[in-house]
Every structure is written in structure tokens, then in C-alpha cells.
């Protein structure tokens, strides 16, 4: 998967940094912890 992304030009650092700001959005902002949060979750949303 992360090949494809790549190849087709997205911004793997950009996604890495959202995905960092979702997280701590989450934790931080919200109070809120999910103990297990597959990555998966957020990136079939993009």
C-alpha cells in the first residue's frame, strides 16, 4: 500500500504529521485513548 502511495505522489511526510496530529488530538484535546487503534482505521478515510 505504501508503494502505491508513493508512486502516485503523495506526501509521505505530510501524511506521517497528520496522522501524529490525529493521535494526539485525540489524546490530548480530547481525552480520549483508544488502546488499540489499527492505523487503518484513519488512513481509509484519505
Known amino acids: 500500500m505504501l508503494r ?3 508512486k502516485n505522489g503523495t506526501n509521505m511526510k505530510l501524511l506521517a504529521e497528520r496522522g501524529v496530529q490525529v493521535f494526539f488530538t485525540q489524546v490530548f ?3 480520549f485513548f ?3 487503534m489499527p492505523p487503518w482505521q484513519h ?3 484519505l
Open 4 to 6: 502505491r502511495w508513493e
Open 34 to 36: 483508544h488502546a488499540d
Open 29 to 31: 484535546r480530547d481525552s
Open 43 to 45: 488512513l481509509r478515510k
